[in-house]
C-alpha cells in the first residue's frame, strides 16, 4: 500500500507514535481532489492518520502546509499532529471517528454557524505565510495560466478576465489573514461532538472572507447559507456590506478553486470548444452511479462547474 521510496519516511512516522511491532492493520482512506495518501494506521494504544503528501508544486509544499496544519492543531481546529516531517512529506494525527454531517446537532444551519466560529478562530492565529497580494490578484494568475494553457480554444474563457476584473475593482481588498482555503464537506469531520477540519494542503493567508466563501459555496443548497455562516462568524446578524462582501467573494473562489483544479490537466486534455458542465443533481447521480468516483475525471467536472457557475453570475 506504500510505495517503495516512502517506506522509510513511513515507518518513521509510525515510530513517532507506537512501536512498529504494535501495528494491527493499516487501511487505505478514499481522498478528495488532493493528490495525497491517507491510512488509517490501527495500533494497539488506538487508530491515527497518516497522511502522504506528492511532490512540491505550486500550492503544493509541506514545509507551508504543516506549518499551518499545526498552528491550527494548537487552536483546537484541526486533529491533534504528531509527527510532521516536511522532507518526507509525511504528518500523522489522531483518527477522527466521524459521524455524518447531517447528524450534527441542530442540522445544517446550525453546522454552517460553528464552521463560521471556527473561521473566526483560525483567523485569531498568529497568520500564515503569504503566497500573493491578495486573493484576486492570485486567481488572475491562474486564470491566464489556464487560458494559456490550451485547455480551451480561444475566447471562451473571455469573460471570465471580464468578471474578474469587475469583482476586483469593486471588492474592499485589505489585510489578509490565516485560511485554510478549502473548507468542503470532505475537509470538515464531525466526531459526534464538534466539527474538525482536515486537509491544509491549500492553507495560506489570504482574504477575511474567503474561507466564508468556500463555505457558502459548499453548502449553497442550505438555506440563507450566507446568514448562517455570516452570523457564526461575525457573533451577530450579517449587514448588507458583509452580505455584499460575501456574494463577491464567493465569485472569486468559485474561479480561484476551479482554475486550481484545471491547472493539472493543461498537456494531457483537447482544447474544448465551449465550456459545459453537469448540474449539481447531475454531477451527485454520476458519483452515485461510480462515474467520476475516485477518478481524475472528477477534478475536471468540478472544477467545469465551478466556471460555468461564474459565468452564470457574470454573463457579460
Not at 254 to 272: E, V
Request: charged share 20%.
Amino acid at each position: 500500500m506504500i510505495a517503495e521510496d516512502r517506506r522509510a519516511g513511513a515507518l518513521a512516522a509510525i515510530a513517532s507514535v507506537a512501536n512498529p511491532s504494535s501495528v494491527t492493520a493499516i487501511t487505505p482512506l478514499a481522498g478528495g481532489a488532493s493528490a495525497a495518501s491517507t491510512l488509517r494506521i490501527d495500533t494497539d494504544s488506538g487508530p491515527y492518520l497518516m497522511r502522504l503528501d506528492g511532490v512540491r508544486e505550486g500550492f503544493r509544499d509541506p514545509r507551508r502546509s504543516y506549518l499551518c496544519l499545526r498552528a491550527a492543531a494548537e487552536a483546537g481546529i484541526a486533529p491533534t499532529v504528531h509527527h510532521a516531517d516536511e522532507a518526507a512529506a509525511v504528518v500523522v494525527t489522531d483518527f477522527v471517528k466521524e459521524r455524518p454531517l447531517m447528524a450534527y446537532p441542530g442540522g445544517e444551519s446550525a453546522l454552517l454557524r460553528t464552521l463560521g466560529e471556527l473561521i473566526a478562530t483560525l483567523q485569531a492565529t498568529p497568520r500564515f505565510p503569504a503566497v500573493s497580494a491578495n486573493l484576486g490578484t492570485l486567481t488572475a494568475a491562474l486564470l491566464d495560466i489556464v487560458r494559456d494553457g490550451g485547455l480551451f480554444g480561444p475566447g471562451v474563457l473571455d469573460g471570465h478576465v471580464v468578471g474578474l476584473a469587475r469583482i476586483s475593482a469593486e471588492y474592499p481588498w485589505g489585510p489578509q489573514v490565516s485560511a485554510h482555503n478549502d473548507v468542503n464537506p470532505r475537509n470538515v469531520l464531525f466526531d459526534g461532538e464538534r466539527p474538525w477540519l482536515v486537509d491544509w494542503e491549500l492553507a495560506f493567508r489570504s482574504d477575511p472572507f474567503a474561507d466564508l466563501a468556500t463555505v457558502a459555496n459548499n453548502f449553497a443548497e442550505v438555506p440563507d447559507v450566507d446568514a448562517r455562516v455570516l452570523e457564526g462568524w461575525m457573533g451577530r446578524s450579517p449587514d448588507d456590506d458583509a452580505r455584499r462582501r460575501l456574494e463577491l467573494m464567493r465569485d472569486v473562489q468559485r474561479l480561484f478553486s476551479g482554475c486550481l483544479l484545471l491547472a493539472d490537466f493543461i498537456g494531457h486534455r483537447s482544447p474544448a470548444t465551449a465550456l459545459r458542465a453537469p448540474t449539481p443533481d447531475q454531477f451527485r447521480a454520476a458519483i452515485a452511479r461510480g462515474q467520476l468516483r475516485g477518478t481524475p475525471e472528477l477534478r475536471y467536472v468540478r472544477a467545469t462547474m465551478d466556471l460555468v457557475a461564474f459565468t452564470a453570475a457574470h454573463p457579460d
